[in-house]
């Protein structure tokens, strides 16, 4: 795939299934990885002010956008359809040249998985988390992450990452083949 780079193959146990449970998105557990874009409860409580003559309330600068040179930031939106859980996941990749947010447009739950680790994903770190209440995430740039995992319903997201301008794209990808790396949602 053009502008795609394969990461080497990792060197780990293929034979041991490893089930990873999701657990809920906290902004506290997924700061490392990122900024958690919560709208908040139905009353807005929290962070914020008042704008258009009182009419409206934002809550401001949720998350950083990144995009180095050589691109701009674009708002895009995908629609993404379920997936059965378990779920065996087959890649993680990252974007080293800017951040990638993801905002479902619904109250959708949806999961996240994400893992620390420079060339190679450190898969001995890697975590889920299960997004409610049309929570969102911004991924910091280098961050090894699945692709979107919408559950239970078909989900449109609106997506805000860096576009190239300079045709360089910005998507390693590690591809998990034979790895028994599952994921589930507790009950």
């Avoid at 994903?121 to 997004?131: S, T």
């Avoid at 559950?151 to 028994?180: M, N």
């Amino acid at each position: 795939m053009r502008g795609q780079a394969r990461v080497a193959a990792l060197s780990v146990n293929v034979a041991a299934r490893r089930m990873l449970v999701a657990e809920p998105l906290t902004a506290a557990a997924f700061s490392v990885y990122g900024d958690v874009i919560d709208p908040g409860d139905d009353r807005f409580h929290g962070a914020g002010h008042a704008i258009n003559g009182g009419t409206a309330w934002r809550r401001h600068d949720l998350a950083r956008v990144e995009a180095a040179r050589g691109g701009h930031a674009a708002i895009s939106i995908v629609r993404a359809q379920p997936r059965p859980l378990p779920l065996r996941l087959q890649c993680l990749e990252r974007h080293a040249r800017g951040s990638q947010a993801f905002i479902p447009l619904a109250a959708a739950r949806w999961l996240v998985v994400v893992c620390e680790g420079r060339s190679r994903p450190r898969l001995d770190g890697l975590r889920a988390f299960v997004a409610t209440r049309g929570e969102g995430v911004n991924y910091a740039r280098g961050t090894w992450h699945h692709p979107l995992l919408a559950i239970e319903q078909p989900t449109q997201f609106a997506v805000i990452d860096r576009i190239a301008d300079d045709g360089v794209e910005d998507c390693a990808i590690c591809d998990l083949g034979p790895l028994e790396l599952w994921i589930s949602v507790a009950a």
